[in-house]
Structure formats: structure tokens, C-alpha cells
């Protein structure tokens, strides 16, 4: 792997603490797979060397859930319900927060949130990387068969050269976590682990 500073973006899918904090909403689902692989620490690990490495890092977050979001819409997908009844990533709690070991610092580019899974659909992701040269996309976060898949597949329909980290997300179990990185994903993008993109950033 070799990767330009000048044109590669790494992008965090969804760090909130409703994922992978302890007390989080949905992190009861996700742990065990979360910590088989190690996806937090790794995803420490590749934030902070493309941070050292001079990579630009781009967040893509879920919307987070305000009073009145769905009621009067006319069609609301399965996940947008699922996220509607358990109030996921409430705007304004501690759910809705970015995990505090991966918090954007200065410089870094929050993306404007996203309402379903694609981390480009209805937002300004793929205008942020154009306009900051990038056109190289390292992807981790969260969930590797909804959020991570759609963007992934998403940003390959748009012409990016995309990397997945497959240690650095997670899912609800094995059978969704092979579907999303061994089965569908290898199609739209390169699929490898926190210490195959460490070195190549060092």
C-alpha cells in the first residue's frame, strides 16, 4: 500500500459513544465483536497515525436523533425506525458525543450528518474531499454491514480508490461482519488491517 498525504482522507464513520462506549445504546450488540478485534484501540491507532502522518481526517456522522425528526414523514426506512425508537445518538446527550479518545481536533473536517447509512447521501462528504484534493479514502468506524458498507460502496460509485480497515469496525455478529468485509465490500474497495495501514502511514 501506498498512500499521498497530498490526496488521501481518512474517514471515521461513527464513533459515538451509543456504539462503542460502555453504557452506550447499542454497544451491548456490538461488543463482543468490538472486542474480538480490538476495533476501539484500533481505531486509535489509525487516527493517530494518519494524524502523525499529515492525512487529513474526515468524520462521517449518523444524524443524531431531535424530537420531530420522522413523525411526519410519509416513508421511513427499517434502520431510521430502529434508530427512531431507541432514540440513537440523541442530540444533546452523552450517546450523541464522539468518543472521547477520537474527537475531531483543529483542522479536522466534520461532514454534515448523515440521515441513513451512506456516509455521502444527502450530505457534504463528497464535496469536502474534492475540494481538499482528496481522492484516496481510508474508511473505519461503524457498523461494518450498514454505515461502513454504504459508504464504502457509495464513495467507489463516485470514483474514489477506497481502503477498509477491517479490524477498525465492527458489527453485530460474525455472519454480518464476513458478509460485509469478505463477501460484498472486497467489490468496491481493498479491505485491511490496523497494522498493514499503520506501516504504510509510518
Given at each position: 500500500m501506498n498512500?499521498?498525504?497530498?490526496?488521501?482522507?481518512?474517514?471515521?464513520?461513527?464513533?459515538?459513544?451509543?456504539?462503542?462506549?460502555?453504557?452506550?445504546?447499542?454497544?451491548?450488540?456490538?461488543?463482543?465483536?468490538?472486542?474480538?478485534?480490538?476495533?476501539?484501540?484500533?481505531?486509535?491507532?489509525?487516527?493517530?497515525?494518519?494524524?502523525?502522518?499529515?492525512?487529513?481526517?474526515?468524520y462521517a456522522m449518523h444524524h443524531r436523533y431531535r424530537p420531530g425528526d420522522y413523525e411526519t414523514w410519509k416513508y421511513v426506512a427499517p434502520i431510521q425506525k430502529a434508530a427512531w425508537g431507541r432514540k440513537t445518538f440523541e442530540y444533546g446527550t452523552w450517546g450523541g458525543e464522539i468518543h472521547p479518545a477520537?474527537?475531531?481536533?483543529?483542522?479536522?473536517?466534520v461532514a454534515q450528518e448523515h440521515w441513513c447509512s451512506s456516509g455521502f447521501a444527502n450530505t457534504d462528504l463528497d464535496l469536502q474531499l474534492k475540494k481538499h484534493g482528496v481522492h484516496q479514502l481510508i474508511v473505519v468506524g461503524l457498523i461494518a454491514h450498514t454505515c461502513v458498507e454504504s459508504t464504502v460502496r457509495f464513495g467507489a460509485e463516485l470514483g474514489y480508490d477506497v481502503t477498509v480497515v477491517g479490524d477498525a469496525?465492527?458489527?453485530?455478529?460474525?455472519?454480518?461482519?464476513?458478509?460485509?468485509?469478505?463477501?460484498?465490500?472486497p467489490n468496491y474497495a481493498t479491505v485491511v488491517t490496523t497494522d498493514d495501514v499503520v506501516a504504510a502511514l509510518s
Open positions: 498512500f499521498d498525504r497530498d490526496v488521501t482522507g481518512l474517514v471515521m464513520i461513527d464513533p459515538y459513544n451509543d456504539f462503542i462506549s460502555e453504557g452506550g445504546k447499542v454497544w451491548d450488540r456490538l461488543k463482543a465483536i468490538a472486542e474480538a478485534n480490538h476495533c476501539v484501540p484500533n481505531l486509535e491507532r489509525v487516527l493517530t497515525a494518519a494524524r502523525a502522518s499529515g492525512i487529513r481526517v474526515f477520537l474527537v475531531p481536533v483543529d483542522g479536522e473536517i469496525t465492527a458489527s453485530y455478529s460474525e455472519r454480518e461482519m464476513q458478509s460485509a468485509l469478505e463477501i460484498t465490500m
